[in-house]
């Protein structure tokens, strides 16, 4: 395992690209502390991001998975380039040729995707810690360490999403075509085509109930917008009569099935490079 780690890290560490792109990542992330400084100073005019209650132990669990999450699509172009530059720099057949099985190939592949997540929840965790203990206004331990569970989500969530950019690198063999075709899976076929089918076959209710067993949408669900929590955002609603009632829970079936997409993914990715001569 440590020697298909070592090769995935020698080939990251001569890609220039890829080393650029998850410096921007993390450093992206670290920017979330600069909302802290956000403040406005001009009487009667007085008002402070970090005084609003967005960095208080636990919301800062679920507010900073969310915005961190959105930013996997830059570990997403660096597996997916990767994967695509074994075929156009003709690694994948040398690596072959040295010794390593398909399926050791492959296992090389998953064990980037399982370090990316476990590097990127870590991080995500220590820089929500330090800002909730800077800011938060509750510092208790037992209210410090509840909600975790959003960690659980938010690592599944890109196992789930790296490993399907895995399957797409291996699948197009071009970074630039596989990125397009998962903005038209997400778009077009499982916004658009699928929904619409599930909600002429099933209905408004059976379709939603569809939708939950997509692979983006399953993804998306793990980690629900915490935005809806804030108190200025509640009590618009409330003077709008808007109903807010959103279930905001990790739930065990949403993990179930990305990880059963995640499953596919590799397996289709395993099938892929037996039928292929390479």
Known sequence: MIRLLQIEFIKLWN??????????????????????????????????????????FPYIWHLNTWIASWLKLFFAIVIVSMTANEYSNKTIKQNLIDGLSKKEFLMS??????????????FVFLVSLVLGLLYSDFTEISIIFSDLSYFLGYFVKLVGFFSMCLFLGLLVKRSAFALGF????????????????????????????????????????????????????????????????ID?????????????????????SYALLKKRDL
């Open 15 to 56: 890609n220039r690209a890829s080393k650029f792109l998850i410096f921007a990542y993390f450093t992206l992330i670290l920017c979330m502390a600069l909302i802290a400084m956000i403040r406005i100073d001009r009487p009667p005019i007085v008002f402070n991001i970090a005084d609003q209650g967005i960095f208080n």
């Open 109 to 122: 592949k998953f064990l980037m995707v399982i370090s990316f997540s476990i590097l990127s929840t870590i």
């Open 182 to 245: 998962l903005i038209l899976w997400w778009g077009i076929f499982e916004n658009l085509i699928i929904r619409f089918f599930a909600w002429w076959l099933f209905g408004k209710e059976g379709s939603e109930k569809v939708m939950h067993f997509m692979p983006l949408e399953a993804m998306s669900n793990l980690i629900v917008e915490p935005i809806t929590k804030f108190k200025a955002v509640k009590s618009l609603s409330t003077q709008l009569g808007a109903n807010l009632s």
């Open 248 to 268: 905001y829970a990790v739930h065990w079936y949403n993990i179930l099935i990305v990880l059963g997409w995640t499953a596919i993914f590799i397996y289709l």
